[in-house]
């Protein structure tokens, strides 16, 4: 190597760290590693593991879910333009005189309004879906973890983010390795 691609080399800047990652032996001592790492304030975190596991949900709860929300706006979207359309249609564009109604004959409208409102809610919802689960996303830092193909077998894994406002590399470490952890590894982003 020359002196250039020797400087060079080590001005790069170290990898940035995703989290650190920890791996336990049962679904236990995972469990109670999380509930651990919640009682010490760590609110960024995840959980792997090939089940469900229990109580694990309420433990690594990150934010309130938006889906909610996402799928009432699309199926309030689709109950106006269903409504509106139909009403455009009716009483502004073409107006045709049925039977002697009037043009804003609103119970006639509403079978339209009800099949727009599920349509655009479902709609909503899996887009909703796929955007606040950051799909399709083929690669995750987490991947790179030694031994975390186990996960969809026999392994059992604890990330705790660097995001986290609590994160501090050593101490992490040293609280998981005391929670019992089998190795901790350190997560390039």
């Not at 651990?36 to 694990?56: C, K, V, W």
Request: hydrophobic share 40%.
């Amino acid at each position: 190597m020359t002196a250039e691609a020797i400087h060079d080399h080590a001005s790069e800047p170290p990898p940035a760290l995703y989290g650190i990652a920890a791996e336990f032996d049962t679904s236990e001592a995972l469990l109670r590693a999380a509930r651990a790492a919640h009682l010490q304030g760590y609110t960024r975190m995840d959980a792997y593991s090939p089940f469900p596991i229990e109580g694990m949900a309420e433990v690594v709860a990150r934010h309130p879910n938006p889906m909610p929300r996402i799928m009432f706006l699309g199926g309030l979207a689709g109950a106006l333009t269903g409504y509106g359309l139909q009403y455009y249609c009716a009483v502004i564009a073409y107006k045709i005189n049925v039977a002697g109604r009037p043009y804003h004959s609103w119970p006639s409208f509403i079978p339209v309004t009800f099949e727009l409102t599920i349509l655009f809610s479902a709609i909503s919802g899996l887009i909703g879906m796929l955007a606040v689960n950051g799909l399709p996303k083929p690669w995750h830092p987490i991947f790179s973890t030694p031994h975390f193909e186990r996960a969809t077998r026999d392994g059992f894994f604890l990330c705790i983010e660097s995001d986290d406002p609590r994160f501090d590399p050593q101490v992490v470490r040293r609280f998981l390795s005391q929670q019992g952890a089998k190795e901790v590894h350190d997560v390039e982003d």
